[in-house]
Nanobody, 124 residues
Framework: QVQLAESGGGLVQDGDSLRLSCVASGTIYSNDFMAWFRQGPGKEREFVAAINGRLAKSWYTDSVKGRFTISRDAAKNSVSLQMNNLKLEDTAVYYC?????????????????WGQGTQVTVSS
């Protein structure tokens, strides 16, 4: 069984930076996909970024490319999301998720394990 716990959310201003962290407990492998999703007010949950340690690759949704960076610390069983130049439309609850699928998938239903979410609010 895998449990995920996010931290690092908060209230920031347009253009600021924020770093989210997620610590995983349980059996985690380097070929697991660890990801961040978000759900804004009145919106569906959407893929933000993912990383795979064995493949040494990361994936991003277009709206965050060049602003967000996902990283993984295998020794700490953790994944982080560095968010720079935050915009109003980045306001959402951010969720850490883990998939044991053999391939990258941007759909939330492919991820079996989820954290409780952390709120990120960007104000003008």
């Amino acid at each position: 069984q895998v449990q995920l716990a996010e931290s690092g959310g908060g209230l920031v201003q347009d253009g600021d930076s924020l770093r989210l962290s997620c610590v995983a407990s349980g059996t985690i492998y380097s070929n697991d996909f660890m990801a961040w999703f978000r759900q804004g007010p009145g919106k569906e949950r959407e893929f933000v970024a993912a990383i795979n340690g064995r493949l040494a690759k990361s994936w991003y949704t277009d709206s965050v490319k060049g602003r967000f960076t996902i990283s993984r610390d295998a020794a700490k069983n953790s994944v982080s999301l560095q968010m720079n130049n935050l915009k109003l439309e980045d306001t959402a609850v951010y969720y850490c998720a883990l998939s044991k699928s053999a391939y990258i998938d941007y759909r939330s239903d492919s991820y079996a394990y989820w954290g409780q979410g952390t709120q990120v609010t960007v104000s003008s």
